[in-house]
């Protein structure tokens, strides 16, 4: 998937979490890891979306398309950075793979956190059960991420994330 996806996944997953957990250490942990769960997950879909291997930067549709995904994502990370940040630097963060590799960092040349990614979710059940067609390379084909794109928008725009209940002090009697 395209960063706008992870994006929003790592801000519904906080959304979410700190509604239910709060903000202490360990559910900030939880929530780190959940949001970098996600990116493995959002990448095992991405076959099912249009998501060529190499730039095409010949072709009108795929400049257009890349475009629009890297102005989306500087508008979702204008919109949604400051409060989510934990959650979208974790969804994030495999895609730092591309940016050592693509830059010619020599000490970086293996995709180490995707190929940590694809054994949970290429190996392990019940995510390798989880088998999407190929549309890589068909440009009607990101439509599905357009419309997954808009779904997480809804969610979270009209769900109703419940606030953190306050922890009650434990007292230990003498």
Known sequence: MQEPT??????IIQKSAQSVL???WW????MAVLAFLSHGLLDRLANMTYHPPQADFHNTFWVVFHS?????TILFLWIWWRPYKWCIVF????DLDWVFIHGGATFYRKPYMHNFLHIIFDEMPPFSWLKVPNHRHNPWACLWEVGLILVMLCIIRFVRFAPAKPVEPVIIEA
């Open 22 to 24: 709060g903000r202490r």
């Open 68 to 72: 629009c995904v890297l102005l989306t």
């Open 27 to 30: 559910a900030m942990g939880l």
């Open 91 to 94: 969804a994030m963060l495999p």
């Open 6 to 11: 992870h994006i929003l996944a790592g801000v």
